[in-house]
C-alpha cells in the first residue's frame, strides 16, 4: 500500500507528546509521504524542524495561510519570499481565500493571495491552496492569474459538481479529505464522473478526521478510512485507488 497525504500539519503542537508514533503510525498505515503546508510565520521553525527529522517521509512548502493574513502580512511575505530562495520547498501553500468567520482582511487576503500565486508561476512550483466561503472571488483571481503556468489542489474539496468542473477546467487537482466521509458531504454524488488523474488525498491533521474517528484527533494514518470510502464509491481495489492518487502527488510534485 501507498499512500501520500497532500495536505497535513503534523508539525502542530497538538503533536507534541507523541509525534514520533504518530508518524511511525502513519508508515505502518502506508502513508509513504507526508506533505506538510506551511501556516504562518510562527510555524516553519516547528515545521523544519520535523522535516529535518524525517527527511524521507516528509515534504515541506511556504506560504501564509489566509486566516493568518493580517496587518503586518507584507513583512511576513517578504520574509517567506527570502525563505523560499532556499529551494528547499516543494510547493507554495497553504495560500487562498477565507471568509467563513469574517472578512475584516478580505483586501489583506485577495493582495497576499495574489502575490503567492505570483511566486508559484515564478518558481515553477504547484500550489495548496485553501479556500472557504470564497468561491466566486477565489475563481475570479485563478481566471485572471492562470496563463497555463498555475497548478496544484483546491486543498479539502468539498464543493458542487459544478465547482469541481470549474477547478478542473483550470487545471487544478482536487484534494479529498476527512469531510467527503460525512453524510452531508455531497461529492461521493458525483466522484465517479471525476477524473482519476485529479484526484489526491490528504487528512489536514489535526483537523476534519475521517469517519469512524470523526471528532478525534485528525492524523495521517487515518488516510487509510478516506481512501477505502472513496474506493468503495468508485468500486475500486483499495490498492488501485491508492496507487493512482499516490502517482497523481508524485506528478504534481515531483516527488
Ligand atoms: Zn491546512
Known amino acids: 500500500m501507498c499512500l501520500i497525504d497532500t495536505h497535513t500539519h503534523i508539525y502542530d503542537h497538538q503533536f507534541s507528546l507523541d509525534r514520533h508514533d504518530t508518524i511511525q503510525r502513519a508508515l505502518d498505515a502506508g502513508v509513504k509521504m507526508m506533505l506538510l503546508p506551511n501556516v504562518d510565520a ?7 524542524d520535523l522535516h529535518e527529522h524525517y527527511p524521507d517521509c516528509t515534504r515541506v512548502m511556504m506560504g501564509l495561510q489566509p486566516e493568518e493574513v493580517k496587518e ?49 508561476k515564478q518558481l515553477g512550483l504547484p500550489l495548496s ?25 483546491m ?17 487544478f487537482h482536487l484534494g479529498l479529505g476527512g469531510v467527503t466521509t460525512y453524510k452531508n458531504c455531497g461529492v461521493k454524488d458525483f466522484l465517479p464522473n471525476l477524473p482519476l488523474d485529479k484526484i489526491v488525498l490528504e487528512t489536514d491533521a489535526p483537523y476534519l478526521a475521517p469517519v469512524p474517528c470523526r471528532g478525534k484527533r485528525n492524523e495521517p494514518a487515518y488516510l487509510i478510512h478516506t481512501a477505502q470510502h472513496l474506493a468503495e464509491i468508485l468500486q475500486m481495489p483499495l490498492e488501485n485507488f491508492a496507487a493512482a492518487t499516490a502517482a497523481n502527488a508524485k506528478a504534481l510534485f515531483k516527488l
Open 72 to 120: 503586518d502580512y507584507k513583512a511576513v511575505l517578504s520574509m517567506m519570499e527570502k525563505e523560499l530562495e532556499r529551494n528547499i520547498y516543494i510547493g507554495v501553500g497553504e495560500v487562498g481565500l477565507d471568509f467563513y468567520w469574517d472578512a475584516t482582511f478580505e483586501r489583506q487576503q485577495l493582495n497576499a493571495f495574489e502575490t503567492q500565486l505570483d511566486w508559484a
Open 129 to 153: 491552496i485553501h479556500c472557504r466561503n470564497a468561491f466566486d472571488k477565489m475563481v475570479r483571481i485563478l481566471e485572471k492569474k492562470q496563463d497555463g503556468g498555475l497548478r496544484g489542489i
Open 42 to 48: 510562527s510555524t516553519i521553525a516547528p515545521m523544519l
Open 155 to 171: 486543498h479539502c474539496f468539498t464543493g458542487t459538481a459544478e465547482e469541481a468542473k470549474v477547478y478542473l477546467e483550470l487545471g
